[in-house]
Nanobody, 122 residues
Framework: VQLVESGGGSVQAGGTLRLSCAAS????????MGWFRQPPGKEREWVAT???????GYENSVRGRFTIETDNAKNIVYLQMSSLKVEDTAMYFC?????????????????WGQGTQVTVSA
């Protein structure tokens, strides 16, 4: 099982970015797929999770601005981010674990990518 994130970068506040999480070794549509982030000097925090049956949950501060999208044919999960804020600056991680019931704590996830940096400037 491997997860590889990409798409991070530097953007001004109000801008958009789309992060990609390319999965291999398993079928992402059958797993809980989560996005987490770790702001500078802070602990890792949950951002969003896509449940196997397609339901998606978002952390309150990103709801309405971030969207999880999936391309099952390519086995890629995206995090579309819009109206970015300075406080969204963080290292973003993709995570996966098998199961039908997904949780928002990072210890629940078995597999992690290496992360991709997102920097939002004022």
């Amino acid at each position: 099982v491997q997860l590889v994130e990409s798409g991070g970068g530097s953007v001004q506040a109000g801008g958009t970015l789309r992060l990609s999480c390319a999965a291999s070794g398993f079928t992402s549509s059958t797993y809980c797929m989560g996005w987490f982030r770790q702001p500078p000097g802070k602990e890792r925090e949950w951002v969003a999770t896509r449940v196997r049956l397609g339901r998606i949950g978002y952390e309150n501060s990103v709801r309405g601005r971030f969207t999880i999208e999936t391309d099952n044919a390519k086995n890629i999960v995206y995090l579309q981010m819009s109206s970015l804020k300075v406080e969204d600056t963080a290292m973003y991680f993709c995570a996966a674990t098998p199961g039908d019931i997904c949780y928002v704590v990072d210890s629940f996830y078995s597999y992690w990518g290496q992360g991709t940096q997102v920097t939002v400037s004022a």
